[in-house]
């Protein structure tokens, strides 16, 4: 540790840590914008400035370290005329259109404008004009918007492994832009949007496509059915002030009937299909000589990836369906037919903790019920869900209570530790090992692929067989592990991928959290955790012991792995 003074008091503080993170240990906030924790450490935009003694200049306190003996001003006169200048700058060339900005209220421009008393109004005159870039199927870039902090460019490049925008142009041209200003729709973007989540203003969102389900909600010709993804219910709460790691499965539940559809269901119901297969076409490959390591597909962000930049893996690839997929290729097929409902006039929509899923229900290969009658409909990310229940009027917090409807509703808690790195695998081997022993097995829990780390091994016997599986989140590690594969230093069987860091929980389409909250808060951790929580309080937790997966096999699939499972729950690739 070292000693430090802060604004005239002394506290001992960690030694390496820099200034903000100091100030923050000691329940003093600095204010930032740029600054990302380890991924965008660059102190390009000036807000956190304070007060140095003897230093010549005002010091940017998210990159420079903290000494024995530092005395440090965070609020000086000087200070909060600095801050108060470069906000001015930055707004005065930023598209001030906050009424109906889908950012408004929860972008960090305008709290901190608001904080600091600043308007548009002291530096006027040219603005740079960019086009609306909306040629991706995810996501809008309103450059307008941009305050150039560059943390979009760090998620994508450092996170992802992706790096297909970054800044062009010198002095006030400069903007984010891909490569000679291509279209990001033309660009090898892969729709994860984590540029979406860490951006502080409304530069970048994603595609709205709330209106398209309030259309169907409203058109009594059509059966609206919903499927909220398994970390949803681990964030929803978020957008209603509800503290991260808060599991709200009944109330959203409750809210998606009161918005009025017609049947309200869980993807965690086709996560245990998807685990059927799978661990069906696992067993099958180990047994059989089949393309090892076989490698999970959920993760359209990922499949995406492979598919652009590892063509030569896409034999590796599971061919399952991810769940979201599966559960509309169920609902297009077996529930219409069980419903007496023409498969034209059933809407899937589902609500999804990522972008790219926009991305993977517009795939080829994704109409079971054949017809060019999509799979599924609509996909709309978490954050859209609360935007429609705010417009509802439905008071979020005060809802009861409420449990899915049983026809496509029941699941296991293999399916709902899907939304966590680490998930699928644990939800896989439950499953495989009683495929290869043939006997139940005690242990359910895998310990040794839970938690937050970017890349997880392990190796287990299982039946006389050795295992080596591997689990990675967040596409720059995942990269990693396919050199590693490919090189041959490192062999596993059995490979988990998700494209976001930490998995689903923190997918591109999840509630946004400012900086101050994803500097200091470890969220991946605290929503997987409600996850777990909520697989270790199921009453059943491995996917073929559920009792709704049994049925739907025995009375109109047949057997996991066949023929007409193949057809309705599985797809292909594009190199
Ligand atoms: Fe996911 Fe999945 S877990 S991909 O992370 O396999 O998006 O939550 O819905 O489809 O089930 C996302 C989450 C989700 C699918 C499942």
């Known amino acids: 540790t070292v000693n430090i003074k802060i604004n005239g008091v002394s506290y001992e503080v960690a030694a390496g840590s820099t200034i903000l993170e100091a100030a923050h240990s000691v329940g003093i906030e600095i204010p930032t914008l740029c600054y990302l924790k380890e991924i965008n450490e660059i102190g390009a935009c000036r807000i956190c400035v304070v007060e140095v003694k003897g230093a010549r200049s005002l010091v940017t306190a998210c990159v420079y370290p903290v000494n024995e003996g530092m005395e440090i001003i965070t609020n000086s006169e000087k200070v909060m005329a600095s801050r108060r200048t470069n906000l ?3 707004l005065s060339t930023h598209d001030q259109n906050c009424l109906s900005c889908v950012r408004s209220t929860d972008c960090e421009l305008q709290k901190l404008c608001r904080d600091y008393g600043v308007d548009g109004h002291r530096f006027t005159g040219d603005k740079e004009h960019y086009d609306i870039d909306d040629s991706a199927p995810h996501m809008i870039r309103d450059n307008n918007k941009c305050i150039l902090c560059r943390r979009c460019v760090a998620a994508c490049k450092a996170n992802q492994a992706v790096g297909v925008i970054g800044p062009t142009e010198r002095g006030f041209a400069t903007h984010i832009a891909c490569a000679f200003e291509a279209p990001l729709g033309d660009s090898p973007c892969v729709s994860c949007g984590q540029c979406i989540t860490v951006c502080p203003t409304g530069a970048l969102t994603e595609k709205d496509d709330t209106a398209k389900v309030w259309e169907a909600l409203h058109d009594p010709s059509k059966h609206v059915v919903v499927q909220p993804a398994p970390s949803v219910r681990a964030t929803l709460g978020e957008c209603f002030g509800m503290p991260v790691g808060t599991n709200v499965e009944g109330k959203m539940v409750a809210a998606l009937r009161r918005l009025g559809f017609d049947g309200v269901f869980d993807t965690d119901t086709a996560a245990d299909f998807t685990i059927m297969e799978e661990a069906t076409e696992f067993v099958h490959r180990v047994q059989n000589g089949g393309a090892l390591p076989l490698i999970t597909s959920c993760s359209p962000g990922w499949v995406k990836f492979c598919e652009t930049y590892y063509p030569d893996m896409i034999p590796n690839l599971s061919s399952c369906k991810s769940p979201q997929q599966m559960f509309g290729a169920l609902t297009k097929t077996y ?4 419903m007496g409902l023409d498969p034209h006039d059933i809407v899937c929509v589902s609500v999804m903790p990522c972008t790219a899923k926009k991305f993977e229900i517009g795939r080829d290969d994704m109409s079971a019920a054949g017809d060019g009658i999509p799979d599924v409909d609509i996909s ?5 869900l609360g935007r429609m229940i705010q417009r509802a009027g ?3 917090q005060a809802l009861p209570d409420e449990e899915f409807d049983p026809a496509l509703g029941e699941s296991t808690g293999a399916s709902v530790i899907f939304g966590a790195t680490g998930g699928v695998m644990e939800a896989a081997l439950r ?7 043939g006997e139940s097995a005690p242990a359910v829990d895998y310990a040794e692929v839970r938690g937050t780390a970017g890349i997880k091994e392990a190796t287990y016997e299982v039946g006389g067989l050795k295992l080596n599986v591997c689990v990675a989140s967040g596409l720059s590690n995942c990269d990693q592990v396919l050199k590693a594969v490919q090189s041959g230093e490192k062999h596993y069987d059995f490979i988990e991928f998700m494209a976001c860091p930490g998995g689903c929980v ?5 509630p946004t959290q400012p900086a101050s909250v994803r500097n200091f808060v470890d969220l991946r951790g605290l929503r997987a955790k409600a996850l777990y929580a909520e697989d270790e309080a199921k009453a059943i937790r491995k996917s073929h012991e559920n009792p709704l997966l049994k049925k739907v096999y025995a009375d109109y699939l047949g057997e996991p792995g066949g023929e007409k499972a193949h057809h309705i729950l599985h797809t292909s690739y594009v190199k």
């Open 394 to 396: 439905i008071q979020f």
């Open 335 to 338: 529930y219409a037919q069980k």
């Open 88 to 90: 001015e700058l930055i």
């Open 506 to 510: 923190n997918g591109g389409g999840q």
């Open 380 to 384: 709309i990310t978490t954050r859209e």
């Open 431 to 437: 499953t495989a090992v009683e495929l290869v022993t």
